[in-house]
């Protein structure tokens, strides 16, 4: 079954990280935060929110459509003086015209159908030259093989079932550039990032936020018997790793210009 982000049992599971610095450095590279006014749609629990209020924004708007996300995010963001939480949609924000320098929509846009509604909204609220950061992961980005830093490729390897699935949810490169291009922006840069995830001690640490599922949509496709199989598959695959077991992500960011 897809995870459900409106189900309260799910209100923590993107709040558990903090932003890698891997993360940081990119933005940072290639987009000024210090002043800006930013919005993250799809803000989940607000890990990103909270690293954009730190990095000197002016000022951090979190949307998303879940009430109970926007829960997750309040408590990660609580001291943050410079970010507010709104409930809106990728498609229809509720945000003013022409009134914001960033857009971040990280780990959104395989949850959504329509990329063109959902990029003309960023469009909308942005201002004239405003920068649209897009970061998800592509198909080849997914079904990179596992290693003991990759730890994501092993669910393909154990259940490839799930490879038509990630397939069919995850929009293509191409697809993305395309999408950008005819709604009025023009891609800036697009870059690859292996971004640390997390770093987990030992592997019953790995093992314990695999058992809650933590951030991760794909596991929640899989019965209880069949995750604890891929642990135990994970577990064998790992037997010879050191510790600490340092967790990485490969994505796509599309930067792109408001024309
Ligand atoms: C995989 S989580 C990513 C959270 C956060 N951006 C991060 O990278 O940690 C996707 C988030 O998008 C939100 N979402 C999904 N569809 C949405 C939509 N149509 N409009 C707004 N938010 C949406 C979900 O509620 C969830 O919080």
Redesign the pocket.
């Known amino acids: 079954m897809p995870i459900n982000?409106?189900d309260k049992h799910n209100r923590m599971t993107?709040t558990t990280r903090t932003a890698d610095v891997s993360w940081l450095s990119l933005i940072e590279e290639h987009v000024g935060i210090s002043g800006k006014k930013v919005v993250?749609?799809?803000?989940?629990?607000g890990?990103?929110t909270k690293a954009l209020a730190n990095s000197r924004a002016a000022h951090v708007i979190g949307?998303?459509?879940?009430s109970e996300?926007l829960k997750g995010a309040a408590r990660q963001c609580e001291n943050l003086s410079n970010v507010t939480l709104q409930q809106?949609?990728?498609?229809n924000s509720g945000l003013p015209d022409n009134t914001c320098d960033i857009v971040l929509?990280?780990?959104?846009i395989h949850?959504?159908h329509d990329l063109d509604s959902?990029f003309q909204e960023a469009k909308r609220i942005l201002k004239a030259g405003g920068v649209f950061i897009i970061?998800d992961r592509t198909p080849e980005d997914c079904l990179l093989p596992g290693d003991e830093n990759h730890i994501r490729g092993y669910f393909f390897e154990k259940y490839p079932h799930l490879i038509d699935m990630e397939r069919s949810r995850r929009h293509k490169a191409h697809e993305v550039q395309s999408s950008l291009d005819s709604n009025g922006f023009t891609v800036a840069k697009t870059a690859q990032l292996w971004e640390t995830r997390y770093i987990y001690p030992d592997l019953a640490a790995l093992n314990k936020d695999l058992t809650q599922r933590t951030?991760r949509?794909i596991l929640h496709e899989l019965t209880d018997d069949e995750l604890n199989e891929l642990i135990e598959f994970i577990n064998s695959k790992l037997k010879n790793h050191t510790d600490p077991i340092i967790e990485k992500d490969a994505w796509t960011v599309w930067i792109a210009v408001k024309i």
């Open positions: 982000f409106h993107y993250d749609i799809g803000c989940g629990g890990i990103y949307v998303d459509f879940s996300m809106g949609s990728a498609y929509e990280r780990a959104l949850h959504l959902c970061q951030g949509s």
